[in-house]
């Protein structure tokens, strides 16, 4: 194993373990705004348009650093795969 695909393996888990720290921040974050929004109230978050926004944006670094994550395994198992070589 190359130490480039040993790097990109690395970098992956930690960029894997960072997305599910945002993961658990994230939903906590929309707990507490649909509370604070909703007062509990299903129907009442669903009639407003800024429930779309609550629901998404506290987990869009989760998203990110997820989609990274992957990258990062892709190029390094594509290392893998030629044997450490570059074509």
């Known amino acids: 194993m190359s ?5 990109f393996l690395i970098k992956s888990k930690i960029y894997r373990g960072i997305a599910f720290v945002f993961l658990i921040i994230g939903f906590g974050v929309f707990l507490a705004l649909y509370i604070q929004k909703s007062e ?9 348009p800024a429930t779309i926004i609550m629901v998404v944006f506290p987990f869009l670094p ?24 570059d074509e």
């Open 3 to 7: 130490t480039e695909a040993k790097m």
């Open 40 to 48: 509990g109230d299903i129907m009442q978050a669903l009639r407003d």
């Open 62 to 85: 989760a998203v990110v650093f997820s989609f990274m994550s992957g990258s990062l395994e892709k190029k390094a198992y594509a290392l893998l795969d030629t044997g450490g070589k």
